[in-house]
Each structure stands twice: as structure tokens, then as C-alpha cells.
């Protein structure tokens, strides 16, 4: 077997529709940060370094919800969280409500590293972060015109949304690309495995559009959102209070190890038992299989194996 | 087979050398809780509504770590937090660094219920806890002379590790305990550093599920560490088989996400309660040391813990009941 990599820019109900000019920077940003790890993983660079550098690319990407491009508060505040994890050793590292470090992902790393814990949160992860010199900035810098329109139309509409409405063109009625309002932009993940069956994962993100000051998703609460161990290592992406509730990304690992059966079934079989339109997830096995299924609409990803095979897609291939 | 039944815990990893007085002090607690679970599952109370009752009674208690008597973070400050989770339908609820509110569980209820999320933390917590209306105090209320005294000998034993004298204080005796036991939780002894979170399971008539886990965290922690007991997964976790709230060394249950292995091991190994918790102590941890309480909906309840003691008691309808420490 060799090495293989997976990474997504959200799932949820990404609209069929999606005008090329919010497609097209989306699909090169998961083309890059795929390559970015595919570099690394030929240079045979190990697995948690491998998805640490592709989310802190996802990360400073303006389009993805994590870092640069995160969706805002309630306040029009940006709450950044981040969680990696190394599947052979099981150590794991994560952060909420970061507002000025510029790459969540690297802080969750230190987390895990630096200290005896393995999640800090608010001013406790800022003061870290500081003491650590991981790079700050003004939380203006994450802030994006896209998202201050969204937390309007969302503060408008009245509810918390996992995702991106398309912006509300004047000249358009509001059409079946927002049928019901939310589409997904939340959330970047990372998860690889080398040719000697060590995985790792990562997740960061900027949580929920127009979200409460203080809310924690599944990103940062391993087993939610984030999970690896022996046999795989997990990313999953949407509605943080359904994936959480769910143990998604535990759950792939337990049924793959319980059930005896693949990745790709274990994936699936998680999937479809979270309520329809909430998740999608990414994963790789020991073995180099990959499975990326989820139940919204549409999922940003791409992945890679080390035979030469590569994808980037956002909708399922039989929806085209 | 049926039936309610209720276990609630003080906190797996108990120091050998503490003193009688304060074992009977804490069989006294977990007792005086049992019975309150108790009568209010006579009176059809729901198990949701009796794990919330129950840890509230644990919080306000100065005794255990939570609420009130809350482990210390480095700066001297309280930090709590606590989830809750409903079987049924896997409703949940969970809040982290709190400083004003008097009883965390109920927050992490109001967070269930009244919120469209599951997870509030540090000043939103908080702004929606004043929203809320419920009940406010200074973070001075919720520390204790023991436990100002515990960071201290924390800090002291952090600086020296393995090898410290530390002189014997009046109070608790925790001194001298130091030095006669070298027994560690999260690699520091265990009479600084026994964890004490507390928790309840509960099954009712119904065969309904519930849990909740509330706690101060780690003496002399980083502020703004989160640990197991408010991590949906980790620390708690409620399904329509079982419930399960844990305790022990945070980094240990987190990595093993100790309570959801439980239900898992009974759902997709089909192990019944017992068998689950057993096998998740055994197979789970590595080094790490913790606890587990556990109910069925079959009305079936169960303890483990590879810890040297763990408070606890329990209950079943049909009139057994046991509190123990060791």
C-alpha cells in the first residue's frame, strides 16, 4: 500500500446552481491544498505534519470557513476552533474560541505538545498562544465581506445557519439554490495516512454563521468531529450539534472495529444515521482506503493515493 | 430485569492515607444524594429531570470537585464545567468555564433546552446564563480553605515532582499523606491531585437513560483547560441503551472517549452493561486510570474503575443499594 490523503472545505447544501465565480476559487483552493500535501507526503513527511500544513493552507484560504474567510458570531466576532489528532499514539490537541491567532490548527498542535492538557479555550488559548509567539493578528484580518453579508442575511432571517446563503442578488428572486436557506461552506479538514499505516487528522473552522459568543461544535470535541486511531483517522463537517450527539468520527472507528467491515462501509453506515442533510466526513484507513460520503447536498474534497489517483469534487458524481 | 436504577459518583482515584472522618463525610454525601434520586424516582420524575437533581445536590455540597469546593486553576480562580445528556433522543447540553454560576448542571440544561446549541463556554456561557435568570454568585463563594491550600501544595509539587518533603499542614493532613503515598493521578500525588468530579446515572420506570457530569477540573490547571467531564462522549454519555458518566484523568477518557465506548461496546458487540463497563476499563485505557458508573434501560446498573477507589453509590428499584469507596 502507500500513502493517501483526503481533505474537505464543508459539506451542506451547496446549490447545484453555484454561479462559477464562488465555484471556481473554491475548487483551485482544494487543488493546491491537496498538492501542498501531496508534496509533503512524497517528501515522506509524517502524517500529522502532513495534515497540519494543509489546514493551515485551508486556513489562510478566504473562501473556506476556517481562519481567513471564518463565518461570524452573533456580535460579528470571529470564534475559531481546532482539533488534530495522531492515530497511533492517540494524542490529541485542540482549541476554541480563538480570535487572533492566525492559524487555530498550529495552536491546537502546541495544545497537544506544549502542555499536560489537551483543549484550551478562550482567553486561555490566546494568553498560549502568546506565550508560545504563534503568529496574531487583528481579528479584522479573518473577517471577510462575504461573511459580514451573511451574518446579515442570517440575523435577517432570524436563524443560525451550518452555511452559506448565496447572497441575495436584488435582481433574482430567491431561488431553489436556497430553498431552504442553508448551504455549506463550514469547516476544513485533513486526514492521511503514510505507507506505514501511521494517520492523523485535522480540523479547524470558524463554527456556524451568526452562532451564540461561546458556542463550541464538534470540531474541537474529539470523537465529534475529530477522531483517529490505529485503524483510521477521521474529519467530519456539518451541523456540529447533530455530529456531536452523533460521535461521528469515533463512531467510524468503532463500527469499522466491532463490525469488521471496511472503511468505506463504516463511513457510510455512520453517515446514514445522522439525520439527512447534516454531515459528511472524510476519512483514510491503515490500509490506504479512502471514503468521503456524506448526506447534504454537497461536500468540498479532494483526496489523492500514491498510485497516481486523484479527485476534487463537490457533489455526488451521479448528481450531475 | 426492569425497573429504575441510579449510581452517582465523587470521583475515581481516592488517596489511601485520607482520613476516616472524611471517607464517612463523603459515604454520608453520596448517600443523602442516592435517597434524593431515590424518592424522586418514586415520584415519577423522569430520568433527565433526576440526573439534573442530583448533581445539583453534589455541586452545592462543598465537598466533592464541583461547584462549590471546585478544584483551583493557577490562578487561584474557580473555572467549572458540566454536560448532560438525555438517552432518549441523544439530546445534549454542555457548558465550560463558568465563574458566577452557582450550579453548572442546570446551565448545561438550560444550554439542552433552551439554546439552538450544544456547547456554550467562558462569557457566552455566562451572558446566557444572566439571560437565563439563573441563580448568580462571586467566584469567591465556590473556593474553599481546603482547596486554596491544595493549589498550593500543587504548585509546590509541581516544582519539585518526584522528589519534595512537603511539611505537614493541620487541616486535612494532605501533607503528610503526600509523602507517605506515592500514589499519582495525572502524574502527580494523588492527594493534591484526586480528581473528585462528580456525576449521576440514571434509568427510570420508562427504561429512559440519562446522565450528567459536573466538575472544578484539574487543581492548578492552565485556565481555559477543558477536560472530559463536559465533552459529549468523553466524560458523558446517554443513548436509548445506557448512561454513563466518567472520572479520573481528563487526557486519559478523552483519548479513549470513555463514555461512548460503553454504549458502543454494547451496541455493536452486544455485551450487556456489566460486561461493557468492564471490558472499557480493561481494554481502554492504557496507563490512564479512571472510573465509570453506568445504567441500562433494562434497569441494570454498574461501576468500574482501575483507580485505587472511587466514591460512589447505588440503587435499584427492587431495594438494593451499596455506597462504597474502595
Not at chain 1, 446552481?17 to 501531496?38: D, T
Not at chain 1, 447534516?278 to 456524506?294: H, K, N, R, W, Y
Not at chain 2, 462571586?138 to 491544595?150: A, H, L, P, R, S
Request: charged residues 20%; proline residues 4%.
Amino acid at each position: 500500500m502507500g500513502w493517501a490523503i483526503a481533505i474537505h472545505g464543508g459539506a451542506g447544501d451547496i446549490p447545484l446552481s453555484l454561479p462559477p465565480e464562488k465555484r471556481l476559487p473554491r475548487e483551485a483552493g482544494l487543488r493546491r491544498c491537496l498538492e501542498v500535501g501531496i508534496a509533503a507526503l512524497k517528501a515522506r513527511n509524517h502524517p500529522l505534519d502532513v495534515v497540519e500544513l494543509v489546514v493551515r493552507e485551508l486556513e489562510n484560504h478566504p473562501n473556506f470557513n476556517a481562519g481567513k474567510g471564518s463565518v461570524l458570531t452573533t456580535t460579528g466576532t470571529v470564534e475559531m476552533e481546532a482539533c488534530i489528532m495522531d492515530g497511533k499514539t492517540m494524542k490529541c490537541g485542540a482549541v476554541s474560541g480563538v480570535s487572533t491567532v492566525v492559524n487555530a490548527i498550529s495552536l491546537a498542535r502546541l495544545v497537544m505538545e506544549k502542555t499536560s492538557h489537551i483543549y484550551l479555550a478562550f482567553d486561555g488559548a490566546e494568553a498560549f498562544a502568546r506565550d508560545q509567539g504563534l503568529e496574531t493578528v487583528e481579528m479584522s484580518h479573518f473577517i471577510t465581506p462575504e461573511n459580514i453579508e451573511r451574518l446579515k442575511q442570517a440575523q435577517e432571517a432570524d436563524r443560525v445557519q451550518i452555511d452559506y446563503t448565496q447572497p441575495i442578488q436584488k435582481e433574482t428572486p430567491k431561488d431553489a439554490a436556497v430553498a431552504d436557506g442553508d448551504s455549506q461552506i463550514g469547516t476544513v479538514g485533513c486526514v492521511a495516512v503514510d505507507n506505514e499505516g501511521n494517520l492523523a487528522t485535522a480540523t479547524s473552522t470558524g463554527g456556524l454563521v451568526n452562532k451564540m459568543v461561546g458556542r463550541i461544535g464538534d470540531t474541537p470535541v474529539i470523537g465529534a468531529g475529530t477522531y483517529a486511531n490505529h485503524l483510521c483517522a477521521v474529519s467530519a463537517t456539518g451541523r456540529g450539534e447533530a455530529i456531536i450527539r452523533g460521535t461521528v468520527a469515533r463512531d467510524v472507528a468503532a463500527v469499522m472495529e466491532f463490525k469488521g467491515i471496511s472503511l468505506k462501509e463504516a463511513a457510510a453506515y455512520v453517515i446514514d444515521r445522522v439525520p439527512p442533510g447534516t454531515a459528511g466526513l472524510i476519512a483514510v484507513s491503515s490500509t490506504g482506503e479512502i471514503a468521503m460520503p456524506f448526506n447534504t447536498t454537497g461536500m468540498f474534497r479532494a483526496c489523492a493515493t500514491e498510485d497516481g489517483y486523484s479527485e476534487i469534487a463537490i457533489w455526488d458524481s451521479t448528481s450531475k | 430485569m426492569g425497573g429504575w436504577a441510579i449510581a452517582v459518583h465523587g470521583g475515581a482515584g481516592v488517596d489511601p492515607n485520607l482520613p476516616k472522618e472524611r471517607q464517612e463525610e463523603a459515604k454520608r454525601l453520596l448517600t443523602r444524594c442516592l435517597d434524593i434520586g431515590i424518592s424522586a424516582l418514586r415520584s415519577n420524575l423522569s430520568a433527565i429531570d433526576v440526573v439534573e437533581l442530583v448533581v445539583r445536590q453534589l455541586e452545592t455540597d462543598p465537598l466533592f470537585n464541583s461547584g462549590r469546593g471546585s478544584a483551583l486553576t493557577e490562578n487561584g480562580t474557580v473555572e467549572m464545567e458540566a454536560s448532560i445528556m438525555d438517552g432518549p433522543k441523544r439530546r445534549c447540553g454542555a457548558v465550560s468555564g463558568l465563574s458566577t454560576v452557582k450550579n453548572p448542571v442546570s446551565l448545561a440544561r438550560l444550554v439542552m433546552d433552551k439554546s439552538p446549541h450544544s456547547y456554550l463556554a467562558f462569557l457566552g456561557a455566562e451572558e446566557f446564563a444572566k439571560k437565563q435568570g439563573v441563580e448568580l454568585v462571586d467566584n469567591e463563594y465556590f473556593i474553599t480553605e481546603d482547596n486554596v491550600g491544595m493549589l498550593k501544595l500543587a504548585k509546590e509539587a509541581n516544582s519539585i515532582l518526584f522528589d519534595y518533603r512537603i511539611p505537614t499542614i493541620g487541616t486535612c493532613g494532605a501533607g503528610a499523606a503526600a509523602m507517605d503515598s506515592p500514589l499519582q493521578m495525572n502524574g502527580l500525588p494523588i492527594s493534591v491531585y484526586a480528581p473528585e468530579t462528580v456525576g449521576c446515572v440514571v434509568v427510570d420506570k420508562e427504561g429512559r437513560c440519562a446522565a450528567a457530569t459536573s466538575t472544578g477540573g484539574l487543581m492548578n490547571k492552565m485556565t481555559g483547560r477543558i477536560g472530559d467531564s463536559p465533552l459529549i462522549g468523553s466524560g458523558t454519555y446517554a443513548c436509548e441503551l445506557c448512561g454513563v458518566s466518567c472520572t479520573g484523568e481528563g487526557e486519559a477518557i478523552i483519548r479513549s472517549t470513555l463514555a461512548r465506548e460503553v454504549a458502543a461496546v454494547m451496541e455493536y458487540k452486544g455485551l450487556r452493561l456489566h460486561e461493557a463497563v468492564d471490558f472499557v476499563i480493561k481494554n481502554r485505557l492504557d496507563e490512564g486510570k479512571a472510573g465509570v458508573i453506568a445504567v441500562s434501560k433494562n434497569g441494570e446498573v454498574a461501576c468500574g474503575f482501575n483507580t485505587t477507589g472511587m466514591f460512589r453509590g447505588c440503587a435499584t428499584e427492587d431495594g438494593f443499594m451499596e455506597v462504597g469507596v474502595w
